[in-house]
């Protein structure tokens, strides 16, 4: 069963910062491409930035120039880093493999407003 914890979100202004992380089970993280997801209300999750256990990462338009995703193996963490944010973003952040399994973690909640 995949386990995945992510944290790190929070409250930010239009323009602010956050990073998020994503601790995933040994078993999956050096196996399987890992993605970071949001979804608001009412809305289908969508992907927003994913990495190989190569390393090599993809950035979806909406984020790209803005959002950075990186990991740490031997913490087997995956990481967003969230810049220059827009209200838009507001959203739950969840982190899961791609393609995304049914099991989901709890996420976590960004919400950008002044």
């Known amino acids: 069963q995949v386990q995945l914890e992510e944290s790190g979100g929070g409250t930010v202004q239009p323009g602010g910062s956050l990073r998020l992380s994503c601790a995933a089970s040994?078993?999956?993280?050096?196996?399987?491409?890992m993605g970071w997801y949001r979804q608001t209300p009412g809305n289908q999750r969508e992907q927003v930035a994913g990495i190989t256990p190569g390393g090599n990462t993809r950035i979806a338009d909406s984020v790209k120039g803005r959002f950075t995703i990186s990991k740490d193996n031997a913490k087997h963490t995956v990481y967003l880093q969230l810049t220059s944010l827009k209200p838009e973003d507001t959203a739950v952040y969840y982190c899961?493999?791609?393609?995304?399994?049914?099991?989901w973690g709890q996420g976590t909640q960004v919400t950008v407003f002044s």
């Open positions: 040994a078993s999956i993280f050096s196996t399987y491409a």
């Open positions: 899961n493999t791609i393609p995304a399994r049914d099991a």
